[in-house]
T-cell receptor
Framework: NAGVTQTPKFQVLKTGQSMTLQCAQD?????MYWYRQDPGMGLRLIYY???????DKGEVPNGYNVSRLNKREFSLRLESAAPSQTSVYFC?????????????FGPGTRLTVL | DQQVKQNSPSLSVQEGRISILNCDYT??????FLWYKKYPAEGPTFLIS?????DKNEDGRFTVFLNKSAKHLSLHIVPSQPGDSAVYFC????????????????FGQGTILTVHP
């Protein structure tokens, strides 16, 4: 039981390049989330997927797209990376919205955009 | 507009003493609060939570206090241990008692706790 896994762990991009951050969970969780963490800002929600087949914007969605590929996987895509997207990205999941269990987080992807 | 604020970027305490981390919020709709702990190069891990109908929740060395009228919560760690050195995030959510925010969490900026041996 690996929990929430994220790939890659580190990535350096040039401005304008695109990439996809991958997230997978093996806990049979229904809801998944993407956050970014910046110094002095805490974690901010980018996009979330309340259930398989649905996605919705969070607090800071501009410049990102997401895909809930199946129940296990939730990817985050940067179509044209900008230096302002330099951040640490965390994926999280929760079993049920009604259970109010805590969210489980992956180890993060550290992204630098030059 | 930061709805959840942790105004102390860092806190340093001696091993064995009490650590008190504070968190303030502005949105009166929040009805569920959580504390997460984060070590470097790892994701946040859940520590303790409290719903808005309670004013205290205890789990071992960790106690969370909620003062709804002041829109303030605090995390007490007693006794503090060097292994507690980490970044602590306060988070809040809406929908525990009806409605839903789809599990979305609003986080504070974090407080770096250092416990000295």
């Amino acid at each position: 039981n690996a929990g929430v896994t994220q790939t890659p762990k580190f990535q350096v991009l040039k401005t304008g390049q695109s990439m996809t951050l991958q997230c997978a969970q093996d806990m049979n969780h229904n809801s998944m989330y993407w956050y970014r963490q910046d110094p002095g800002m805490g974690l901010r929600l980018i996009y979330y997927s309340a259930s398989e087949g649905t996605t919705d914007k969070g607090e800071v969605p501009n410049g990102y797209n997401v895909s809930r590929l199946n129940k296990r996987e939730f990817s985050l895509r940067l179509e044209s990376a900008a230096p302002s997207q330099t951040s640490v990205y965390f994926c999280a999941s929760i079993y049920s919205l009604s259970s109010y269990n805590e969210q489980f987080f992956g180890p993060g992807t550290r992204l630098t955009v030059l | 507009d930061q709805q959840v604020k942790q105004n102390s970027p860092s806190l340093s305490v001696q091993e064995g003493r009490i650590s008190i981390l504070n968190c303030d919020y502005t949105n009166s709709m929040f009805d569920y609060f959580l504390w997460y702990k984060k070590y470097p190069a790892e994701g946040p891990t859940f520590l303790i939570s409290i719903s808005s109908i309670k004013d205290k929740n205890e789990d071992g060395r960790f106690t969370v206090f909620l003062n709804k009228s002041a829109k303030h919560l605090s995390l007490h760690i007693v006794p503090s241990q060097p292994g507690d050195s980490a970044v602590y995030f306060c988070a809040a959510s809406i929908g525990y008692y009806g409605g839903t925010s789809y599990g979305k969490l609003t986080f504070g900026q974090g407080t770096i706790l250092t416990v000295h041996p």
